[in-house]
């Protein structure tokens, strides 16, 4: 019999010690339980050998609380070079903005 898996312990890929979860191509960095979280958009890709490498990537600093509406959950947006280039910059986003409260 197949076991059922408890939310709680399953384990995400995790950048800086938060989790990263990916659907499709949008990569959410950060807790869901926090106030705040990274939403990384990846516009397109670039082939390099068997691998596809992103493009152009979305980052938004949103707010996680459902009752706002989604238009007005995102505080800032900008657009990077290359995953890592967005991933970082997001991190450093919401590191600042969990600290201000």
């Known amino acids: 019999m197949a076991e059922k898996k408890d939310a709680k312990t399953e384990k995400f890929l995790e ?38 490498l992103a493009g152009d990537v979305t980052i938004q600093l949103m707010y996680t609380d459902e009752d706002i509406p989604p238009k007005d959950r995102i505080i800032k947006k900008s657009e990077k070079k290359g995953l890592f280039n967005a991933l970082d910059l997001g991190a450093a986003w919401l590191e600042r903005q969990l600290k201000k409260g």
Do not use: A, H, Q
């Not at 979860?21 to 990846?42: A, E, K």
């Open 15 to 52: 950048y800086k010690g938060k989790p990263l979860v990916r659907s499709g191509n949008t990569i959410y960095y950060g807790d869901m339980n926090d106030p705040y979280v990274i939403c990384l958009g990846i516009k397109n890709s670039e082939d390099l050998k068997d691998i596809k």
